[in-house]
């Protein structure tokens, strides 16, 4: 904790954090994307985009996991998206899944959550959308790394619809304004595939 904690404090006198700079952030946001991903400390927005302090408007959470809008709940994900879409105007929103991701890890294998019952609760919104994949199917043994890939990838394409249902994201796509985008992150190469129209993730 001790070098995190020094660089934290040592931030505001780094290269290109000079005064003028950081003041100018004071001004207001506005940020080109919306990047929803998994709080796993191994994916790292900012990084993986080279983004600066205002350029990326980030969503965190286990299994980068968009709750059905309208469920009348507090919903610190509703809140958030509506901000993006209807404050800050952001038009492009990403959806980031990644390779061993222990939420989509505990679904693929069954997990017993009685003893996490935040982490159950919070997987129970994803679960019957994610069924069919659940299930073990030729080439994607249970355990296999490649079985985790397809949920997660799955998860993402999901994850995306349930954006789409959100009132604002519905009435910005009806008017050809927003743009979303599937990102599945590979932690081991830090290789990037992209959802294309076909339904597949590739490097592009
Ligand atoms: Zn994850």
Redesign the pocket.
Known sequence: MQALLDHARSFHRNPGRDADTLRALAAGQSPEAMVIS???SR?VPALITGAGPGEVFELRN???IVPPPGSGAPSGEAATIEYALQVLGVRDVVVC??S?????DALASGSDLSGLPGVEAWLSLVRPALTPYLTPCVGTRPGTEARLERIVQRNIVHQLAVLGSYPAARRLMNAGELRLHGWYYRVETGALLELGDDGTFEAR
Request: glycine residues 22%.
């Open positions: 998994c709080s796993d994916v286990a299994g980068n899944g990644h061993h991701c222990g939420a989509m």
